[in-house]
């Protein structure tokens, strides 16, 4: 089916409405659109993935925002968000995947350092996806390896963008953020811009710097948030000063077609910067549990995937079928799937989500009989594309469509 989020709200749910906000109603909901489709189901709600998207749009304040694919593995969700007004790009995660994407698309950012190199053989062997495509880079070993695979003269001109490390080096708490690229100065960022200028073969065309530790980084626990907030506050106005500092010494070196920043979580301050050209969104479309624990913004539950009860141990679990599909980051509570309805339930401490099977706990669980669904939420979101390979569409108690994972397509990246 073709996907089309400016028209695919059901016509009985009225365009304002946020049946979410009525849990027991929209997932007895979408319990009900689902109940012919046997066996672990993963569904997106149509109009909360519109929702979604509108409100990043929103959120940016008229900054492009760019799809970070990895959060969504849906090709057929990809272009529908493409074709809403404020998307602009795909940030990809593999140079395969983008390779297979630039067949249809033509503005495709790398978001990580490739060397697969089959695949920048392929990239170097074809002009037209070359142009299509923009590779990040940190570090002048990452272009001798290109020029090692296809000399320069040999080639397609390869378009690459600087990954600068946008953490927080606090005087007193050090590294504050992730461990990305090692270029994080100015005088770094800048010398790393030079030597790029100055390589035959190559275009420098971009600068990304994500800030893991606003975007990625709940401030709505209830456990250290204050220290989560003044964090924030301190290291978004330092990224402010050295981003802006930076893009001001890459562009007397060379124009920039784009400046790349932020993340879900963190889309009004990094819109808010002037350096920024484009911010970077994905898993607020889908809206994993994670994205609860934000202040700053409240992302209706757009992808989910139930699981049936297969068998009663005492009368107060049920264990489903399934459940273990856990997300990337540390592995503690918050990367485990969330049941989410029927309320009340919760994985044991000994146990968790388990590969093969979930035992659940709770007052709700009294009331489940063997073949009752759950429905639990994915902590992240794109990743739980990799367990499935199609997601069923609802919109209110009506199965509305399917559309095919990666996975569906026959494609597994990482």
Partial sequence: MSLDLLTAAAASVPSNAEPWRNPPAYWQARTAAIAGISGPVASIDVDALRHNALDLVVRSSGVPIR????????????????????????????????????????????????????????????????????????????????????????????????????????????????????????????????????????????????????????????????????????????????????????????????????????????????????TTAGSGLLAGHLFDLFRAFDPAPAAAFALEVVRKPVPDIATVLGGGWIASGPPVASRQPLPTWPAGLHTLGREGAGEVQTPLQGDASRHLAVGDRVWFRHAKSGELAERIDRYQLTSGAQLVGEVATYRGEGKSFL
């Fill in 67 to 278: 799809v970070a694919s990895k959060s969504i593995r849906v090709r057929e969700v990809l272009d529908a968000t493409l074709a809403l007004p404020g998307y602009r790009g795909i940030l990809a995660f593999t140079l395969p995947e983008a390779l297979w994407l630039a067949e249809d698309h033509d503005d495709i950012v790398l978001g990580y350092p490739s060397v697969d190199r089959a695949a920048l053989a392929a990239l170097a062997a074809d002009e037209e996806k070359a142009a299509r495509i923009t590779l990040m880079v940190d570090d002048l070993a990452q272009l001798d390896l290109v020029d090692a695979i296809a000399a320069p003269g040999s080639r397609a001109e390869i378009r690459v963008a600087i990954d600068a490390d946008a953490s927080w080096r606090s005087p007193m708490l050090g590294h504050i953020g992730v461990r990305r690229s090692p270029v994080h100065e100015v005088g770094e960022v800048a010398g790393l811009a030079r030597r790029i200028a100055a390589r035959p073969g190559f275009r420098l065309v971009g600068l990304m710097m994500y800030e893991a530790q606003i975007a990625g980084q709940p401030d709505d626990t209830g456990s250290g948030d204050a220290v989560i907030r003044w964090m924030q506050r301190r290291s978004g106005q330092e990224l402010l000063d050295r981003r802006g500092a930076i893009v001001e010494a890459l562009r007397q070196i060379t124009p920039l077609e784009f400046v790349n920043g932020g993340g879900t979580g963190s889309l009004e301050s990094t819109a808010a910067d002037r350096a920024v050209t484009e």
